[in-house]
């Protein structure tokens, strides 16, 4: 989703037997360098899946820093998912990243962007090391009903990022497509995930707007409605798909 202009490679390490089997291998996905610890540090941060629980996204990350001819370990963060992100340069000559991640929890699956500061470390990040600032929720694919009967359609579809002339800033354009509809129970019954006997819930595309000015990131002035930043999918209406 996010153009990362980053290196990827791929390798394996065991985990402790004690581990669940689907987390006893640690796969590494995306290696990024930047200038994460200082203005003119070579660094690079080495994002992985596998040996970590559900709650921390089954995800982790190394920092390395260059010293020298070698490379020296800076920290490792488990929950810390850098697979799929963009670098910013920060106000203060260090890199920072915007990344996309998702999960799914007691059947609503949700897609969000976070920022990432790996210069800082996590263990002592008071808000933690992942600060996500948009969400989009889904239902549908799960069959999963909200309170109310209602289910949700919805995904990120692009993310840019837009120099702001004149000024050290960068804007973040979201677009997503959001519905929200109420199935009647005996609709409901005949969903099955998977299935070709689906439900099917109307979308609508909305716009959002950041702005990043080198230190944070802030939503600007006319952004359709979010709810603790998870936007709010508008009433629409549901269909069966066969």
């Known amino acids: 989703m996010i153009?990362?202009?980053h290196e990827t490679a791929a390798g394996c390490s065991v985990c402790p037997d004690e581990m669940p089997p689907s987390a006893q291998t640690w796969e590494m996905h995306t290696v990024t360098f930047g200038h994460f610890l200082a203005p003119k540090s070579e660094d690079a941060l080495v994002s992985g899946f596998g040996c970590e629980p559900h709650v921390n996204l089954?995800?982790?990350?190394?920092?390395?820093?260059?010293?020298?001819?070698?490379?020296?370990?800076?920290?490792?963060?488990?929950?810390?998912?850098?697979?799929?992100?963009?670098?910013?340069?920060g106000s203060a000559g260090r890199d920072l990243l915007v990344c996309e991640g998702s999960d799914m929890h007691q059947g609503v699956?949700?897609?969000?962007?976070?920022?990432?500061?790996?210069?800082?470390?996590?263990?002592?990040?008071?808000?933690?090391?992942?600060?996500v600032f948009f969400d989009v929720n889904d239902t549908l694919g799960s069959c999963?009903?909200?309170?109310?009967?209602?289910?949700?359609?919805?995904?990120?579809?692009?993310?840019?990022?837009?120099?702001?002339a004149g000024r050290h800033a960068i804007r973040i354009v979201i677009v997503a497509r959001l519905g929200k509809a109420v199935v009647?129970?005996?609709a409901m019954a005949s969903c099955q995930p998977g299935?070709?006997?689906?439900?099917?819930?109307?979308?609508?595309?909305?716009?959002?707007r950041f702005v990043f000015d080198g230190r944070k990131i802030s939503?600007?002035?006319g952004n359709p409605p979010t709810d603790y930043n998870v936007a709010v999918a508008p009433a629409t209406s549901w269909h069966k798909t066969n």
Do not use: H
């Open 109 to 131: 699956a949700d897609w969000f962007l976070y920022t990432m500061d790996p210069g800082q470390d996590p263990a002592k990040q008071e808000n933690g090391p992942l600060q």
């Open 195 to 208: 299935s070709k006997n689906r439900l099917a819930i109307a979308t609508v595309p909305r716009r959002y």
């Open 219 to 221: 939503p600007a002035p």
């Open 144 to 164: 999963q009903a909200l309170p109310g009967g209602a289910m949700t359609s919805g995904r990120i579809e692009s993310v840019s990022f837009v120099p702001v």
């Open 58 to 89: 089954m995800s982790g990350s190394y920092l390395f820093t260059k010293q020298g001819a070698s490379w020296r370990k800076v920290w490792y963060s488990s929950g810390e998912d850098g697979d799929d992100c963009k670098k910013l340069p």
């Open 3 to 5: 153009s990362p202009g």
């Open 184 to 186: 009647p129970e005996d």
